[in-house]
């Protein structure tokens, strides 16, 4: 093999590997997206907190971000046909065990409302119904989206947002408690915050690689237009 064929086959393998990431690791836009909505929630749970057309937002954002995310990924960083991303073992270590953490949380949960609410564990009000319902759909949003770790911060707390705010809850912003396990939560909850600000920086620094390496797909392809 001349060296010429073999750094050619190494320059589409570098290729390769860079347009998988966007199949799992790499967000671009969607990075954007998600640190946008992260930050909308985070402060509308208390800001808005009592408006109903508001609350309905903050549930839906979730289902939002996710349905954007995968359309996202089809329609644009992965146009030319998904090539999937190798997950090393420790990532899928990683990724179970965070998915467990979820399923365990949802089910611990569930069992504590079911026995306060025991002998009519159906009698729970409506918002009580949708809080369980969304930490259970937590579980496979996990699974099959929330694959890297700033997804996973960020749509951890969309979810669990969206489930206090169905519950008639929220969590505070830091600053605004008055009881020692008030603000123990807000400050906790100062991390998604923090969170959607390096995601909206890294998906922004995504995105202009995608198009840097869009460039050298497309001189790939010669006699193709590039798609916008």
């Known amino acids: 093999m001349s060296d010429e064929v073999h750094d050619r086959l190494q320059d589409l ?4 590997r860079s347009y998988a990431r966007y199949s799992r690791n790499a967000g671009g836009l969607s990075s954007v997206l998600g640190g946008v909505l992260c930050l909308l929630a985070y402060f509308g749970g208390q800001l808005l907190h009592g408006v109903a057309v508001a609350s309905a937002v903050l549930i839906a954002i979730p289902a939002v971000w996710l349905l954007a995310k995968g359309w996202m990924t089809r329609r644009y960083y992965q146009r030319w046909g998904h090539v999937e991303e190798q997950e090393t073992p420790a990532e899928r ?4 065990f965070c998915v ?8 611990v949960i569930t069992v504590g ?3 306060a609410a025991r002998p009519h564990p159906w009698s729970l009000a409506p918002g009580m119904i949708g809080y369980l319902a969304l930490l259970w759909l937590l579980v496979p949003a996990a699974w099959r989206w929330l694959r890297s770790p700033l997804d996973f911060i960020v749509g951890v707390f969309l979810f669990c947002q969206a489930a206090m705010v169905s519950g008639g809850g929220y969590y ?5 408690t008055h009881t020692p396990q008030a603000t123990q939560m807000s400050l906790v909850a100062l991390m998604f915050p923090l ?8 998906g922004v620094r995504e995105h202009r690689q995608f198009q840097q390496l869009r460039q050298r797909l497309q001189q790939l ?7 916008a």
């Open 13 to 16: 393998e570098g290729l390769t």
């Open 93 to 96: 270590r990683t990724h179970w």
């Open 100 to 107: 467990g953490g979820v399923l365990l949380v949802a089910l």
């Open 113 to 115: 409302l079911a026995f």
């Open 172 to 176: 505070p912003l830091i600053g605004t």
């Open 195 to 202: 969170a959607a600000l390096v995601m909206i920086a890294n």
């Open 221 to 227: 392809r010669p006699g193709q237009e590039d798609e």
